[in-house]
């Protein structure tokens, strides 16, 4: 009988297992037929070992360990508009009732007007310790991994 | 039954059970072709979850113009490359171009208690092999793909894919042989 070489094995087997009809040679018969005479049956044994699922996989808690990554990173996100939808409306609401003030009393506005101008480096550093703020807290949460 | 063309637009309003399905459907899958990479559970466990986050943020960008299978495996992928040149615990440039010059550790299988485990003495010559053959024989043999989808999920040209699943059966073929042979005696 023709020996069969190892690229003709493989694409049989191949053909094979794809269509699932392959067979289960022992051990014992591998044996008996090991250091080379028996390539084919060598080769079905591979390829059924490496079909095998390892033995580790992922944890049982995996899919809820991703969820409440999600449901975390999610409610982050809501967190942090919420409080630059805060901040937005704080910032309307004193330009409002700046307004409002000129129109009542112009010389009281100019007045507030002077302070804000006078003590601007207050301000821009309230804000931008704001935002600092709100920075630093997403990255430290993000860091600490729920469920993990 | 698994449908990804009702469960995908779900998702998508973000409805966070169906992506639980669809975490479920594909856990498996995710975690082996990580697993069989870098031989760690652990590690293997965190990739697997940043694949499925990262699932999850770009699956508006899937268009059914592949198996969902297919992408998630080629995110899965690339983000275990990125993991490995990442924490440098893999080289290419390390392992021979001919993998018949290649030579597995001179750890006897005996010493990694797999005296009688012919599977495990097969995982153990797969774990050292260069990543590139172990993708394609786990995408190959484990997790089912076809040439055209591992060359999909890699990037490696379909002929290379072929070589290198014939040379990689081929040496594992003759480390079975010996090993058996050795038993025997």
New interface residues.
């Given amino acids: 009988m023709k020996e069969l070489k190892d690229e003709e094995i493989q694409k049989i087997l191949e053909e094979q297992f794809s269509k699932g009809q392959a067979g289960n040679e022992s051990v014992q018969a591998l044996k008996a037929g090991a250091g080379g005479k028996n390539d084919h049956a060598l080769y079905e044994n591979l390829f059924n070992i490496l079909k095998q699922e390892p033995p580790a996989g992922p944890s049982y808690a995996f899919s809820s360990k991703i969820k409440h990554r999600l449901e975390a990173a999610a409610a982050r996100k809501s967190n942090y508009r919420f409080h630059v939808a805060l901040c937005g409306i704080f910032l309307a609401c004193a330009a409002f009732l700046w307004g409002i003030l000129f129109v009542i009393d112009f010389s009281y506005g100019t007045e507030i007007r002077s302070v804000f101008i006078n003590n601007k480096g207050i301000f821009i550093f309230g804000f931008a310790c704001f935002f600092i703020i709100q920075y630093l807290d997403q990255r430290t949460v993000k860091r600490i991994k729920p469920g993990s | 039954m698994f449908d990804e063309r009702e469960v995908i637009p779900r998702i998508l309003r973000g409805d ?1 059970k169906a ?2 399905l669809l ?2 459907q594909y ?2 899958l ?3 072709i990580i ?2 990479l870098l031989s760690d ?1 652990t590690d ?3 990739v ?2 940043e694949v ?2 990262k699932v ?1 943020r770009n699956l508006k960008s899937f268009a059914f113009q592949s198996k969902l299978s297919t992408w998630i495996a080629r995110i899965a992928y690339t983000s275990t490359i990125n993991h490995l040149r990442k924490h440098k615990k893999d080289s290419t440039t390390s392992y021979p171009d001919d993998i018949e010059q290649y030579h597995f550790t001179n750890q006897h299988p005996e010493n990694v208690l797999m005296k009688k485990d ?2 495990a003495y ?2 153990y010559l ?1 774990e050292q092999m260069p990543h590139h053959y172990k993708t394609v ?1 786990t995408l190959y ?2 997790s ?1 793909f076809s040439y055209l989808e591992i060359e999909e999920i890699t990037g490696i040209p379909e002929g290379t894919i072929k070589s290198y ?2 040379r990689g ?2 040496l ?2 003759e480390k ?2 010996d090993y ?2 050795n ?2 005696i």
């Fill in positions: 966070l992506f639980d975490v479920k856990e498996k995710v975690f082996h697993y069989k559970e293997a466990e965190d697997s979850q499925f986050i999850y012919t599977a097969i995982n797969v024989i043999h484990l089912e699943l014939f059966r081929k594992l073929k079975l042989a058996l042979k038993e025997t």
